[in-house]
């Protein structure tokens, strides 16, 4: 599903990943695990082609990241800070996300904003933290990725709005069969809900002055 091998990414002289060899497999929540700094965010990054590894080879569903529309809209992806447009209404995220996924489920976003009690017309930018999340993961599970990553995605949600935002990813992914990779600077994110956690980041020595 996920596989890395002698994967690097550097910033000038600072590691922000390096030497990461894993291989993540499918029909599985996995977590990535590691402390602020540790490489999560940049890993993901380079797995959904934003940005290119300096030294190693990484490949995403049998293919480099971004390689190409098709590969792009098998999989899904959720920044950490759960980037919506602010102005846009609701209805008008669904309809860019259905205007620019070719396998979008136009059934399965309207439901999902339907059982979340979000208002179609509401503009993104009055929503709560937990909303804008909420409409964020929907976006990325309607386009019906075969993989999810999903980028510290409860950070910044009080505990009531952490815990429902996991339990409907969990439910997402039961009905749904899509493989997702969840990372965390916190366990407790993920104790419940990942089922394998493996942990890459930069060598101790770099540690300190890498960046994520």
Not at 60 to 73: C, I, K
Not at 118 to 127: E, K, M, T, V
Not at 146 to 166: N, Y
Request: aromatic letters at 4%; proline letters at 6%; glycine letters at 12%.
């Amino acid at each position: 599903m996920l596989e890395a091998g002698g994967l690097g990414k550097r910033y000038g002289r600072r590691w922000a990943v390096r030497d990461c060899t894993l291989a993540i497999p499918a029909g599985h929540v996995t977590g990535l695990v590691g402390p602020n700094g540790a490489g999560k965010s940049t890993l993901l990054n380079l797995a959904v082609g934003l940005i290119a590894p300096t030294t190693g080879t990484i490949t995403v569903l049998g293919e480099r990241p971004a390689s190409g529309p098709a590969q792009l809209a098998r999989v899904g992806f959720v920044a950490q800070d759960t980037p919506v447009y602010r102005r846009m209404s609701v209805a008008g995220h669904l309809r860019a996300g259905a205007w620019l996924n070719s396998r979008w489920d136009a059934g399965l976003a309207s439901r999902r904003i339907e059982q979340l009690g979000l208002d179609p017309r509401q503009r993104a930018g009055s929503l709560s933290g937990g909303q804008r999340a909420q409409l964020a993961l929907t976006l990325a599970v309607a386009k019906r990725p075969d993989l999810l990553l999903l980028d510290e995605p409860v950070a910044s949600l009080d505990p009531l709005a952490r815990r429902e935002f996991l339990q409907n990813l969990m439910e997402t992914v039961a009905e749904h069969g899509t493989s997702v990779v969840l990372s965390s600077h916190l366990i407790t994110d993920i104790g419940g809900t990942a089922t394998a956690a493996p942990s890459c980041g930069p060598s101790p020595s770099s540690r300190r002055s890498a960046r994520r």
